[in-house]
């Protein structure tokens, strides 16, 4: 098997923690995770709220500094890069955030913004270079020339995927890209998606409160609890038979429904199984972890 594209390896997060609150020396937000994302692949990452999935998702492209461990993108180890090794990283590592309308700037028109995007790396571009970028997330040419306030949600998010393509990415890690919109575009982003894994090859990072979601769309799963991988395993296998109490109660609360158009809350039950601070600690259940078939577990 080639290289992963993204390797983490025993990495942690400690966040420094002003005041009072959280103990001394801040919070360990992760906390000796080792997962990896293979060319290609879509990993999914679910668990519950404050369990570390942004933080580890942000590790990944150097928006976080791990304080302990080791993250490799595309072979190279992150904390090594310089201010060109970095520039190339955010090349080949590409974001798409929960609020599309929070991550675009309001003041600038999609076709700036997507300009703004070569611009930041030294590359001019075309107007038919950006109604092909468009084209490809399912917009139309006369979107260039509209502000954030004049799409929908759903345009958006996909205004903001066209941005994380623009500069051709290995790897798109997509932070809850569908939770802020409406149940019935969300099937419409997370098919994008898909159909750029499938036609483009490129690699995708998937964070999700959303079981039903990662199912569907993932190829593998890692499951965190307070801050740790606590089981990975082929997406499929995961729904089958979970072994950890947290993917137990997350499978469970999960509706065989094919889409996501769950009533709010249908996974209050599991987040407060995985949750559960007084009992269930992680260190009471061994890691489950499954080799992909014929394939190494790195
Ligand atoms: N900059 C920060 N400073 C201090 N603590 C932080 C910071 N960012 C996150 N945390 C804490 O670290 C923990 C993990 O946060 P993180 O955002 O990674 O979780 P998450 O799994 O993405 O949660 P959610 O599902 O709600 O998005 C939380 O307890 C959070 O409060
Ligand atoms: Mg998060």
Redesign the pocket.
Known sequence: MSEPILEMTDVSKR?R?AGFGRGRGG?L?VDGVSLHVGRGEALGLV?E????????ARMANGLVVPTSGTVRTDGRDVARLGRRGLRRLRRNVAMVFQDPLASLNPRQTVRQTLENVFRAHGETTSTAELVALLESVGLGAHYLERYPHEASGGQLQRVAVARALALKPDLIIAD?PTSALDVSVRAQILNLLADLQRDQGISFLH?S?DLAVIRLYSDRVAV?QRGRVVETGPSEEIFRSPQHPCTRALVEATPEAELPARPAGALRGADRACHDRDHDSPNDHPVVSRPEAGATEY
């Open positions: 966040y923690t919070f937000a668990g709220s404050g369990s570390g999935k942004s933080t580890l809850e964070v409160h965190m």
